[in-house]
């Protein structure tokens, strides 16, 4: 299992990741952060959890951050490609833009816009886990799962 998570935005005030999300991080065989962590630090707290982190950096990560990790990231879970950014761009046509923008992956995984969103079309998928600590707009804070396979499986994690 792959904990995805997205716009962690810490630390800030007494805000810290929900004991549920921790206890899924720890149980996962690696962690998938599309950015906005905002310090350094969480990243290393994520460290801590579970050794296998590939995260890109969002707009608000500090300099280190930015240095640190790529914009972009392709990865491979099992035989399938997967992306992540952080900021997708406007919703309307995202998907088409980002099949065409990643050829070679069978989805991306974003953050920025803090709004938990899964979207298939023909094999393809889009995933924004939302966020586990600054929901905004969002109905609950959450994050993502995936389970890899001969095909990705995403699914939401209310927290």
Avoid: Y
């Amino acid at each position: 299992m792959i904990a995805v998570l997205a716009d962690t935005h810490m630390p800030k005030g007494s805000r810290r990741l929900p004991a549920r999300c921790v206890e899924l991080v720890r149980a996962a065989d690696a962690v998938l952060h599309a950015g906005d962590f905002s310090a350094a630090s969480v990243l290393e707290q994520l460290e801590s959890l579970c050794p296998v982190v590939h995260a890109v950096h969002g707009n608000v990560d500090e300099e280190a951050l930015r240095h640190s990790l790529p914009a972009v990231l392709e990865i491979e879970l099992g035989d399938l490609a997967v992306a992540m950014v952080h900021d997708a761009g406007p919703a309307k046509g995202r998907l088409a833009r980002l099949r065409r923008r990643f050829p070679e992956a069978k989805a991306v995984v974003f953050g920025h816009s803090h709004l938990p969103l899964h979207e298939e079309e023909d094999g393809f998928q889009i995933f924004n886990p939302g966020s586990p600590t600054e929901r905004r707009r969002a109905p609950r804070a959450s994050m993502g799962l995936i389970s890899p396979g001969r095909q990705l499986a995403f699914e939401h994690v209310w927290l």
